[in-house]
């Protein structure tokens, strides 16, 4: 079937309230660059901190990044079972600071933003950190962390086991950091047997993704649409399925039309017509 379509929009994912589960892929830590004192096990989605001591200030970044086009991103991390409550960080680095994990540094920097296991929250524009939020809750052992990240503006939310600290649908992020060409998840473990593990699709997830967010590991599938100002078949397939057209010209037999709602069909051919529960003029034509 040979398609030309002049215009479509997408209006909606089927009406469903979120894409459909696991379109996409896991999201893996970056192989590359894995400082030394880290184990990456569970097809590298899990990093923790085999050998380093108190305040071993490195981590592991996603190979992959959450670009500003992407839209707002859905994850969660498994806290690994070490510690009670963790020193490290957890949260995004920022493009600028990506090649700094292995300097020592923690990941709070250079537009980047770390959720801190002993209730804090630190971030800066800057190579000088600073602390920006207290009193957040904790977090430690087999915990499940929830983060959104909107890359276009730098904001984060976060959660812990199912409750929101701040609302991602409705609610002013937990902190803005502002923009980055790209911001990479990633974990921590500032002591031996702490980190975790990345979650990306939703048959991971413990928790549901938010309204209007898409999963982390979600891709976009081939194209489907909901309204077409104009679209033209040529073929002998069966046609398209939309929700509403205002013209479709189908040639060819078979199957072709269904619809909501379609403001002008031309149909030359044989087999089965539209099917649809409104149409302002429908046309069809019975070739010899």
């Known amino acids: 079937m040979s398609l030309l379509m002049l215009r479509g929009v997408i209006l909606a994912q089927g009406g469903d309230a979120a894409p459909p589960v696991d379109i996409g892929a896991v999201w893996q830590l970056d192989t590359t660059r894995r400082p030394s004192g880290y184990t990456l096990s569970n097809g ?15 981590w592991v970044p996603t190979a992959k990044a959450i ?25 995004v680095v920022a493009a600028a600071q990506r090649e700094e994990f292995n300097a020592g540094l923690n990941p709070i920097t250079l537009g980047s933003i770390g959720w801190r296991g002993t209730g804090a929250l630190w971030s800066s524009a800057t190579a000088t950190a600073e602390q920006r939020l207290t009193g957040l809750p904790t977090f430690g052992a087999n915990d499940v962390l929830m983060f959104v990240l909107d890359p276009a503006l730098g904001r984060l939310w976060i959660g812990k086991n199912g409750i929101w600290r701040d609302d991602p649908v409705s609610g002013a992020a937990t902190w803005t ?37 898409t999963a982390l590991g979600y891709l976009d599938p081939d194209l489907r649409f909901f309204d077409a100002a104009a679209f033209l078949e040529i073929g002998w ?22 619809a909501a709602d379609a403001a002008l069909f031309l149909e030359h051919g044989g087999g089965r017509g539209a099917t649809w529960t409104q149409a302002n003029l429908y046309i069809e034509v019975e070739l010899p």
Do not use: K
């Open 44 to 58: 590298n989605q899990t990093a923790v901190n085999t050998s380093g001591g108190t305040n071993y200030l490195r």
């Open 67 to 91: 670009l500003p086009t992407d839209g707002r991103r859905y994850w969660e991390v498994l806290c690994a079972p070490g510690a009670a409550t963790f020193d490290g960080y957890m949260g």
């Open 177 to 213: 950091a502002g923009g980055s060409p790209a911001f990479y998840p990633q974990v921590q473990g500032r002591n031996p047997g702490d980190g975790g593990t990345i979650r990306s699709l939703p048959s991971q997830f413990s928790y549901p993704v938010p309204p209007g967010v």
């Open 237 to 258: 397939d069966p046609g398209l399925s939309i929700a509403g057209a205002s013209l479709w010209i189908s040639r060819g037999g078979g199957a072709h039309l269904t």
